[in-house]
Nanobody, 120 residues
């Protein structure tokens, strides 16, 4: 059974930095993607950053140049370094894994979320 556990959220002032980490236990397929999503109160969950098993990355326009996603495949972890934080970055951040297997539908998994609050 795959489990994702986030850590590293908290309260920070605007302009500050935080680093989120997500530890994955269980099976990670050779073809996969790990992502960070966020959901602010009253808003839909949105993709923040993603990184495939091939190393390709994708970022939301709102975080480009400020956030960096990274992976340690040996440790089964994914991290999100967040710099120059803004009050509008305030949200619950979720770790996400999608496992691909040829001939089968992909399997998706979510962490429980970690709160990030940026004060002005």
């Amino acid at each position: 059974q795959v489990q994702l556990v986030e850590s590293g959220g908290g309260l920070v002032q605007a302009g500050g930095s935080l680093r989120l980490s997500c530890a994955v236990s269980g099976s990670i397929h050779s073809i996969n993607a790990m992502s960070w999503f966020r959901q602010a109160p009253g808003k839909q969950r949105e993709l923040v950053a993603a990184m495939s098993s091939a190393g390709d990355t994708n970022y939301a326009d709102s975080v480009k140049g400020r956030f960096t996603i990274s992976r340690d495949n040996a440790k089964n972890t994914v991290s999100l370094q967040m710099n120059s934080l803004k009050p509008e970055d305030t949200a619950v951040y979720y770790c996400h894994l999608i496992n691909y297997r040829l001939g089968n539908s992909p399997s998706t998994y979510w962490g429980q979320g970690t709160q990030v609050t940026v004060s002005s």
